[in-house]
């Protein structure tokens, strides 16, 4: 479904944050990307929707590169992505309602948006996304009414009303408490299972990764060191990613959170 091939981003500074990286995403397939600050991981997601020019190589979405499009192949490629952010980047004096229909900017004409004069099956597939999510109730509150929780379920629902095919998504839980941050990965992790879609879920969060999600890639200097189960994240393997650490004591949480998660489910 996604294909990256020799992708590389290298800086004017010379900086090179990727390096030939070559990874294949099914569809379907929730992704975690683990590594310290500085791996290259926000670099890739931004990359493949083409926010940050790659240097060389090719991003195949369905056997198209993204990479060669022009500006109007591309807006039209990047309603197949949605992309869900660590800042949520939503339009705060605007309500919920309105930035979620946001989303479908790249489908209807320039007067319909900016008269915000959406056709109907758009907003009923709002309302249906901010039902899904626990927010039918607050679709007419301005959106810096919200809590942090709150403010990334109405960016995964803006994400979700592009009907994509992928889901980029870049630190969604770095300014939520640890609750809120289980329920969010649960949530964008339910939507992925129920619609089919594949996503690439950039986390600082090992133990998190762990607990939601079936493959993990992790990298480091923009290469990657790690391509498989959460359960291949050995002490020795961790260490490898991040460097040195108490490893051990890390992996008795996790196994102890997700039992916790299990008894209380």
Same mark, same amino acid.
């Given at each position: ?23 294949? +995403? ?34 195949? /979405? ?6 060669? /499009? ?9 309603? &197949? ?14 309500? #919920?309602?309105?930035? #979620? ?6 489908? #209807? ?23 899904? +999510? %626990? ?24 994400? /979700? ?9 870049? &630190?969604? =839980? ?31 969060? +090992? ?14 200097? %923009? @290469? ?9 994240? =050995?002490?020795?393997? /961790?260490?490898?990613?991040? %460097? ?9 949480? #996790?196994? @102890? &959170?997700?039992? @916790?998660? &299990?008894?209380?489910?």
């Amino acid at each position: 479904m996604l294909r990256l091939q020799k992708l590389t981003k290298t800086y004017k500074t010379g900086d090179q944050a990727l390096k030939a990286i070559d990874l294949d +995403v099914p569809k379907g397939q929730v992704l975690a990307l683990i590594g310290p600050s500085g791996a290259g991981k926000s670099t890739m997601i931004r990359c493949i929707n083409r926010l940050v020019e790659p240097t060389s190589g090719a991003v195949l /979405l369905e056997d198209v590169d993204l990479t060669g /499009l022009g500006s109007g192949a591309l807006r039209k490629a990047r309603r &197949e992505m949605g992309m869900i952010f660590q800042e949520y980047a939503l339009v705060e004096r605007l309500t #919920v309602m309105e930035n #979620v229909l946001s989303g479908r900017l790249g489908y #209807v004409g320039f007067w319909r948006s900016f008269l915000r004069r959406y056709p109907q099956p758009d907003v009923d597939e709002a309302f249906r996304l901010l039902d899904r +999510v %626990g927010l039918l109730h607050m679709a007419d509150k301005r959106a810096d009414e919200l809590s942090g929780g709150q403010r990334q379920r109405v960016g995964i629902c803006r994400a /979700l009303i592009q009907n994509p095919k992928l889901l980029l998504v870049d &630190e969604p =839980t770095a300014s939520l408490d640890p609750k809120t941050s289980r329920q969010i990965m649960r949530l964008i992790t339910e939507l992925c299972q129920e619609r089919g879609l594949a996503a690439i879920i950039n986390i600082h969060d +090992v133990a998190l990764a762990q607990m939601f999600v079936p493959r993990v890639v992790g990298l480091r200097f %923009g @290469e990657i060191v790690y391509d498989g189960l959460p359960t291949g994240l =050995t002490p020795d393997k /961790l260490t490898e990613i991040y %460097g040195e650490e108490d490893w051990e004591a890390t992996i008795e949480k #996790v196994e @102890e &959170e997700q039992e @916790e998660i &299990e008894a209380a489910e």
